[in-house]
DNA sequence: TCCACTTGTTCTATATTCCCGAACTATTGA
DNA sequence: TCAATAGTTCGGGAATATAGAACAAGTGGA
């Protein structure tokens, strides 16, 4: 098992951020973490009840977000620990992650209207 | 020819929002689009000198910026005139948009110090 | 120590999407 | 009517995404 990478707050772009939120799992993962405060293991994300999302799949989300630099992973024993990495973004790019995540939260209300 | 789909402004998503955006095509469109204050036909963008982008690489991305809700095109005659729809979207999302394209200009910037 | 169990990664095949040249449509102006 | 211009659509090869299967690594109990 390979090492993991995370970019350097520096090497950071926009352009990956947005790819790796553009995507409905991908933005719910990283919503979660933003609101967790703390962190959580990647399975935490596979049994939630509606979606079905096979571990293979997901773990390459995880690895799309980390190598955005949304999240940050650790190797816990057998698990991993991701956190979220927007309170480092928001310095470099102020409220702009604030607002997407915001956005999309807006949208999950509006739709179960 | 079929006519030019444009979202209403309640059907526009943030994930098709974000997607557009991230592609730096894409995004260069939607930035100079924005600034314009006016409007601009496709072909303006691709002699830009540095880059060659095939038109059917360039309509595919124009149709992609408009089906997402960020531009309005209509045909004048045999030209298309693009239009941004973000002071629209400015009212359905705050300062979501203006952020991200300040983010990938201030990225522009620090690329060529 | 051995082994079953858990978490996540890697491999592989299939499916989907993207890119770009070529052919096409539609409009204008000579 | 015909050439020129601006975009669109089509088709095939390249790149990416998805998901099942095999694998790796750590944990805990017998």
């Known amino acids: 098992m390979r090492p993991l990478y995370h970019p350097a707050l520096e090497d ?3 352009q ?3 790819y ?3 995507d409905p799992i991908r933005v719910r993962i990283c919503a ?4 967790a405060e703390g962190t959580m293991n990647c399975a935490a994300f596979l049994p939630n ?3 079905k999302i096979p571990k293979s799949t997901l773990s390459q989300h995880f690895k799309i977000l980390r190598e955005a630099g949304l999240i940050r992973s650790e190797r816990k024993g057998v698990e991993l620990k991701n956190s979220s990495r927007c309170p480092e973004l928001r ?3 102020g ?3 604030t607002e997407i995540l915001q956005a999309y939260a807006n949208e999950g209300k509006e739709s179960k209207r």
Chains 1, 2 share one sequence.
């Open 12 to 14: 950071i772009t926009v």
């Open 16 to 18: 990956g951020l947005l």
């Open 20 to 22: 790796a939120m553009s």
């Open 32 to 35: 979660e973490l933003a609101q």
């Open 49 to 51: 009840g509606k979606t």
């Open 91 to 93: 310095k470099k790019y």
């Open 95 to 97: 409220p702009m992650l």
